[in-house]
């Protein structure tokens, strides 16, 4: 067995008088080392590096740049829920402006959403040479496929009116928007346009529209039948009246041919030979034309449109084919009345037009055209 040094001993001897401690102090050794041990130790505060700093800057400019502008886009963007995509919306509108661009129109003045479609106003030239601008309403039904290319609807021009214009639609069906009520502005005085049933006493403030030019424009969907009559107003910033039109002539009701007329009507329907009434007046071949109209002789009113080449044409293939059969309440108010209008031949003579007041007060004309052989025939668009 290995002896311990001298120095090994020592330290054994040493330790162990360390280890042999009595009870008290034991106890005192032991509570000492237990308030050691229960003080929590107190470390340092270290502050983050400078990159910390940086790193967070710049992860707060990548957020602001990404978010705000969806953010932005978000606010813009429009209400797709009712209206379908975006590309549905241009690719509808460029189908109803297609469908428009048949008329010529001049200017598309508004669009009134309905519940089977949209009522479209505007403006066309059927004269463009001496600016006659012819004002139109029309009623296009959306479908399941789309628009429907037969439209419903009416125009007038306003060549005998000093103030206000005006012109009633009826509906031609049930699923029409119709009545409307609409026309030019032709006053500048005239701010509002106020329209009242006589019948029931139910008053309108018409919409007012102002074109790229500054022309104005009024239209109201009123509540009617064909007899009822209406006022219609033309009002001043003072809120006094310029203008008041009544849209109703009973008059206009006796429309009839009369006994000479009757018989030129019964030759052409037998052998369709205008030569029968070359020695009719304009007014007289007008009535023809609404006879003709009523009883749907469509060859008869065909061959009472002019013949002259330097004139606008329809062929009769193309009349029949875009023909559109309109009711007899339509015609009735469209034409009756044009038996007491009064004819106006233009200065050149090549022409004319009659002015009368139809069955719901408004003033129309209807244009005639004069023959190389002297005699009356009816414009190809004879209202005006």
């Not at 002896?3 to 001897?13: A, G, P």
Request: hydrophobic share 35%; aromatic share 10%; net charge negative.
């Amino acid at each position: 067995m290995k002896q311990s040094s001298r120095y090994e001993d020592t330290d054994f001897q040493a330790l162990n008088r360390k280890i042999s401690l009595n009870e008290k102090d034991r106890h005192d050794v032991l509570e000492r080392i237990h308030e050691k041990i229960d003080v929590a130790p107190t470390t340092r505060k270290s502050s983050p590096p400078r990159k910390y700093y940086f790193a967070m800057a710049a992860a707060a400019v990548v957020f602001m740049l990404v978010l705000v502008p969806s953010l932005l886009s978000n606010f813009n963007k429009p209400n797709l829920s009712e209206g379908g995509t975006i590309t549905d919306q241009h690719s509808s509108q460029a189908e109803l402006e297609e469908i428009l661009s048949s008329y010529g129109y001049a200017e598309i003045l508004h669009q009134e959403e309905v519940e089977n479609g949209v009522v479209v106003l505007f403006t066309d030239y059927i004269k463009k040479d001496v600016n006659i601008i012819e004002l139109n309403a029309v009623f296009v039904r959306k479908t399941e496929d789309g628009w429907d290319k037969s439209l419903d609807g009416g125009s007038h021009t306003f060549l005998e009116q000093t103030e206000l214009s005006y012109q009633l639609l009826l509906a031609s069906s049930d699923q029409s928007p119709f009545p409307l009520l609409f026309g030019s502005i032709i006053d500048p005085a005239i701010t509002q346009v106020q329209v009242t049933n006589l019948d029931n006493k139910q008053e309108y403030t018409a919409e007012i529209i102002t074109s790229e030019n500054g022309k104005s424009y009024w239209y109201a969907f009123v509540d009617a039948n064909s007899l009822d009559a209406y006022e219609i107003q033309g009002v001043g910033e003072n809120g006094m009246p310029i203008q008041s039109s009544l849209t109703h002539n009973e008059s206009a009701l006796d429309f009839e041919l009369t006994e000479e007329e009757g018989k030129v009507y019964e030759l052409l329907k037998a052998d369709l030979d205008v030569k029968h009434a070359k020695d009719l007046p304009p007014i007289s071949i007008a009535k023809l034309y609404v006879q003709a109209s009523l009883d749907k002789e469509w060859e008869v009113k065909y061959e009472l449109y002019t013949d002259r080449e330097d004139r606008h044409q329809i062929s009769k293939e193309e009349y029949f084919n875009e023909m559109t059969n309109q009711t007899k309440e339509q015609i009735e108010n469209s034409f009756f009345g044009i038996q007491d209008g009064t004819f106006r031949e233009s200065e050149d003579g090549s022409g004319g037009h009659i002015s009368f007041m139809n069955i719901s007060g408004e003033v129309w004309g209807f244009s005639m055209v004069k023959e190389e052989d002297g005699s009356w025939s009816v414009s190809f668009i004879p209202l005006q």
